[in-house]
């Protein structure tokens, strides 16, 4: 069983995970610069990570995630691309905004709501309608409910 984690630990092992496939590494300085926090912060997550044995780092070296912390790291990964798939490819978002909303959104959604979210994105996007472009059509509808709500 994973350990409970909060929002913020799950951001850490999201910034590794992405650092370590991104860069080969992660280092102490780069998670703090890719979440946006002070290196004495990581050093103190880092510190949790390790009591829970998702972390390892020798001192003053690279950070890697242990076996349970890559499974807990990769279904933060996970949801994080499904929300963001569907926020931008269903709901038209732009990439940086979906990318932001995503990561507010992974820490409190639900398995159930999760699975439905990539389902529904997975109908939308397939073959299973022929010609018709789901999101485009959204899109469209969305710009004339914007024009008709601002008249």
Request: proline share 3%; hydrophobic share 40%; net charge negative.
């Amino acid at each position: 069983m994973e350990p409970e984690l909060s929002a913020q630990m799950e951001d850490y092992l999201e910034a590794i995970e992405n650092l370590c496939r991104d860069d080969g590494v992660a280092r102490v300085r780069d998670i703090a610069r890719r979440i946006e926090v002070s290196t004495a912060s990581v050093v103190g997550a880092i510190r949790t990570l390790k009591e829970k044995g998702l972390a390892d780092q020798e001192p003053y070296g690279y950070v890697r995630l242990t076996e349970a912390g890559g499974r807990a790291a990769a279904s933060v990964v996970h949801r994080h691309e499904v929300l963001q798939g569907f926020l931008e490819d269903v709901l038209g978002l732009d990439p940086e905004a979906a990318s932001e909303d995503a990561c507010r959104i992974e820490h409190a959604v639900s398995p159930e709501t999760l699975g439905r979210l990539g389902a529904m994105a997975e109908f939308l996007l397939g073959d299973a309608h022929g010609d018709l472009d789901w999101p485009g059509e959204f899109r469209k509808f969305f710009v004339s409910r914007k024009r008709r709500k601002k008249a």
